[in-house]
């Protein structure tokens, strides 16, 4: 693979970065994507279990199905790329852990003691769920993060994108054969954006968002 290199700085990307509703039919570069997906994919996850999955819909009848799951939004037909980004509610099996554990130790960063911790607290967390509802929440959160941290990469590469929760579950899951136990968190179209962007529809300010030290006490940076 060829090296790929970002055209843009973090700031930028992230000021940047906006939901393309239309992309041209340009394909990403292999490379491109590969370098999207290797740094994307250091997304943060509770015991480093990293339960999003991702499929790649690159052929054009399968686009078009899902274009057809998703209220027939032409941005997932359009785009050289539309990822269906799951996570995965199968990660306190044991073979799955020791998966994980196996990932660590090569590395020299799970050692005996902690490859024990781990064998007792995914299970027991994932089953108490503490600060999570249901396991569904849990996967979302993990994908969600990753899609983000997906977003930001691709557009340092160039690459616009639009984040999709406008799509019937029960029909990607279908078309796609996706599990039971997998949840389909949202749809990532990826490639060049075609059309003007919509205007940026602006942000909160931290005066709205942030408190300062217990909720609804205005923060004063
Ligand atoms: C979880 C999520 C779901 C979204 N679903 C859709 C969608 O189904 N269709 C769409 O056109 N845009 C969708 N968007 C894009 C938002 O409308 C867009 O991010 C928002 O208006 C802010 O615009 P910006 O991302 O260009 O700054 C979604 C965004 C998020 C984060």
């Known amino acids: 693979m060829a090296e790929v290199f970002p055209v843009m700085g973090l700031s930028a990307a992230i000021e940047q970065r906006r939901a393309a509703r239309s992309f041209s039919g340009e394909p990403i570069p292999a490379d491109t994507l590969a370098e999207i997906f290797r740094l994307g994919l250091r997304s943060p996850s509770g015991f480093n279990l990293q339960p999003w999955r991702l499929i790649v819909v690159r052929d054009a009848e399968k686009k078009a199905t899902l274009q057809g799951c998703?209220?027939?939004?032409?941005?997932?037909?359009?785009a050289p790329v539309t990822l269906i980004c799951c996570g995965?509610?199968?990660?306190?099996?044991?073979?799955y852990i020791e998966s994980v554990i196996q990932l660590g130790t090569d590395l020299g960063a799970i050692n005996d003691a902690y490859a024990d911790y781990i064998r007792s607290a995914v299970p027991s967390t994932?089953?108490?769920m503490p600060s999570f509802g249901s396991l569904e929440v849990w996967t979302n959160r993990h994908t969600m993060l990753a899609?983000?941290?997906?977003?930001?990469?691709?557009?340092?590469f160039g690459i616009d994108s639009c984040p999709m929760e406008g799509f019937s579950t029960d029909k990607v899951k279908e078309a796609f054969n996706i599990p039971d136990e997998?949840?389909?968190?949202c749809l990532l179209p990826m490639g060049y954006a075609k059309d003007p962007l919509k205007e940026f529809g602006g942000r909160f300010g931290t005066e709205k968002v942030c408190f300062s030290d217990s909720y609804g006490e205005p923060f004063q940076s």
């Open 88 to 95: 995965d509610r199968r990660v306190a099996g044991s073979d």
């Open 147 to 156: 899609v983000a941290h997906l977003m930001i990469v691709a557009k340092s």
């Open 126 to 128: 994932l089953e108490n």
């Open 182 to 185: 997998v949840d389909v968190c």
């Open 70 to 78: 998703a209220f027939d939004q032409r941005q997932v037909g359009e």
